[in-house]
């Protein structure tokens, strides 16, 4: 791992940054006034703290949870097997949760946690996701809200990873194979 090469650019800052304002406007064109966003690790923090930022300048409260997924481990195949770490210490009952991931790829993760948040009493749940992976296979869920859709390339930075690197690049880049 000594050697790390160096991506290619995607999505710049400015798109990212363009985008993630016009999600926040259709987010609060539809969603409630007041939200809890459960926002899942590690990946999508760094698109969180954009979007709940835009959220806030469109008129909507809300409150932060995280939650910790993680399917691929150190490598750039999902393991299949989900890992979830920390758990919910917000009450949700009866609240909108709006959930928000980096990519949505097979839906494993989000299904997961949409289910686990149905049980926990929601009053509803709304997916957002800034990536979502064109990949043969139709994912097991759909996202309500997508940044982008991106070919099927492994794709880091803006918080997505590669063995827990590239998570501070400001734009989106393919890690070539
Ligand atoms: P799913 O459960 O939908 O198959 O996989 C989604 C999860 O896999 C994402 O939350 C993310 O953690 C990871 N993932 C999927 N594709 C990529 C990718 O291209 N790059 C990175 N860094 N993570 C990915
Ligand atoms: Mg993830």
């Known amino acids: 791992m000594g050697s790390q090469k160096k991506p290619t650019t995607l ?8 985008r993630v304002k016009s999600l926040a406007k259709e987010i609060a064109a539809n969603a409630p006034r007041s939200i809890t966003v459960v926002s899942l690790l590690k990946g999508s923090f760094v698109f969180t703290a954009d979007l709940i930022r835009e959220l806030s ?3 909507v409260s809300l409150e932060v949870e ?15 097997a989900l890992d979830m770490y920390g758990e919910l210490r917000t009450d949700v009952s009866g609240r909108h949760v709006l959930v928000i991931d980096d990519i949505l790829e097979t839906g494993g993760t989000l299904a997961a946690a949409k289910d686990m948040l149905q049980k926990a009493g929601s009053n509803s749940v709304s997916i957002c996701v800034l990536l979502q992976k064109n990949i043969k296979q139709k994912p097991s869920l759909d996202a309500d809200y997508v940044g982008f859709t991106v070919e099927d390339k492994f794709v880091v930075g803006y918080g997505l990873d590669y063995a827990n690197k590239y998570r501070e690049l ?8």
């Open 11 to 18: 999505l710049t800052q400015a798109k990212i940054a363009a």
């Open 57 to 59: 300048l469109q008129g």
């Open 170 to 177: 400001p734009y989106i880049a393919v890690l070539d194979k």
């Open 66 to 80: 995280f939650l910790g997924f993680s399917s691929y481990g150190n490598s750039k195949q999902s393991s299949g």
